[in-house]
């Protein structure tokens, strides 16, 4: 899909993170301006080594609970995509006041930031993690339950805040619910990794995986390259798309015995012995929402999002990333 997003200057947060840093490197391919605030938490230098000498790069190191680093992150700077967060609902659980800090009063910072700067459009990752204990499906933007964990909380009250700043400073935002994403760059290692890469990393490694609860619940996982569609569809959209959510997803759900299934398949093109390997199954873990199932209807009718990589077709190249650099 030809998206054509040229010449603008644009701040990525937590640009050298899994997303952050596929988004930079993107946008610039397209020639575009970059810059990436990063504290380097959970980022990762060797995510930007491919571009860090490019011209159009600029690396700034800071932290978006810092006030001063978000200003000067800001400053004349035409939209920000804002990505920078502490992931992960088990994470939230165990440390609740650090996730409040960043994805909170950090997000609060880059709002201030925006509006004192006065930048074009403010877009940011929201979070599935919003609809809560809603048994509805698919999830559809207006009907949301109660959060199941404090990152679920932190991640709505983001949308509450960029809602009072669009209409008390009109400042302009779009909020991307992302659903489980996944893809090149995602980390596979330490406590809080994605099940995507964890389990590739084992199944690799010839080591058996270990599923949460029985394998049943479900997820709409989320190719990284529609992502970054959204996010360069969110800033050339027309003012009417504005001031509101979105779901980015692709629209479809897939148990998490489907995924295992799946990536045994397309791992065992390149080692027959991983699909010999054993999968085991553990208790269903705290603050998990059962199933996963995105309308992208109003993405597709507002922001004109047309996802083009389905759980199959993005874990094919996403085994072919990780079988290359791990």
Known sequence: MKINLINKKILVTGGAGFIGSNLCEQLLLKGNKVVCLDNFATGKKENLESFEENKNFTLIKGDIRNLEDCLKATKNVDYVLHQAALGSVPRSIKDPITSNDVNVSGFLNMLVASKENNIKRFVYAASSSTYGDSKALPKIEDKIGKPLSPYAITKYVNELYADIFSKTYGLETIGLRYFNVFGRRQDP????????????????????????????????????????????????????????????????????????????????????????????????????????????????????????????????????WYWKNL
């Not at 779901?247 to 045994?264: E, H, I, Q, S």
């Not at 998990?288 to 004109?304: F, M, T, Y």
Request: net charge neutral; aromatic share 10%; hydrophobic share 35%.
């Open 189 to 320: 290692n330490g406590a809080y990794a994605a099940v995507i890469p964890k389990f590739v990393s084992q199944l690799m490694n010839l080591e058996s995986p270990t599923i949460n609860g029985d394998g049943n619940y479900s997820r709409d996982f989320t190719y990284i390259d529609n992502v970054i569609q959204a996010n360069f569809l969110s800033i050339l959209a027309d003012k009417k798309a504005v001031n509101t959510v979105y779901n980015v997803a692709y629209g479809d759900r897939n148990t998490l015995n489907d995924l295992m299934g799946y990536l045994k398949k397309y791992l065992s093109e390149y080692n027959a012995e991983i699909n010999d390997v054993e999968i085991t199954y553990g208790p269903n873990r705290q603050g998990d929402i059962p199933h996963s199932h995105a309308s992208v209807e109003k993405a597709k009718k507002l922001l004109n999002y047309n996802p083009q990589f389905s759980l199959q077709k993005g874990l094919k190249e996403a085994v072919n």
